[in-house]
């Protein structure tokens, strides 16, 4: 399985008043890796959007555990990977690590949705192609 690692300095606007990560941020590099970890074989989001109707992976479950703190001007590394294909589901990995110990584990579930708008949301979540899954686990 293919991951994707980015590579940020915590910066101030990263951080609670103790100058420690403040935790949403994790959540957001998540969001952010995820992104670019489609982006990185080729899956652009801005680009896939209304292709096959295709109306993106919309976040069904986010969860983290809290190792050790990042603080203010450290340089952090985030590996995500898929670690799981559900049919309509998939199951993202994150490991944030610092000073070269992993400081978080994360996890998203995500759906592989397309629009319907014939419910209420105007999408429906659809088996992930094979043709996506191929990218990630050559």
Known sequence: MKRSVQTRMVNFADCDSAQLVFYPRYFEWFDRCTEMMFRAVGLDWDRMFGVDDWNGVPLLDAGANFKRPCRLG????????????????FLVRHHIRNKGEIAVEGHELRAWTVIDKSRPAGLRAIPVPREIVARFDP
């Open 74 to 89: 450290e340089t952090i590394e985030i590996e995500s990977w898929v670690e799981e294909w559900r049919g309509r589901t």
